[in-house]
């Protein structure tokens, strides 16, 4: 199961949008503190402020079914992540393109 996810510092009224094709892979990816190593804004955030400072939302939740409908369900979740990103422009969603981030400088 896919989806795109709203995730709230509760503490400084931030949000992020972020969106995967495995729910499971999605939230432990901000969870463990490996994962948090990153340099992401929202990973240093969680780390600075404590997951009990955070909350996780599904916003859209999708079932992944054969490959051929795979790909048009992870076109659709990925033009979902983009408008609720233009929609709401989360302040911890410091790159607004989205794919990589690869060579995007984070800092807080």
Known sequence: MGGVYFIHNIVKGKEYVCSGFNSSKILSTYYFSSCLADGRFISNSILKYGH???SAQPVILVVLGDSQTDACTKTVII???EEYICLY???LNLN?????SVGFKHSE
Do not use: H
């Open 79 to 81: 033009d979902k992540e």
């Open 96 to 100: 607004p393109a989205l794919g990589s």
């Open 52 to 54: 009990e400072n955070f």
């Open 89 to 91: 422009k989360p302040i």
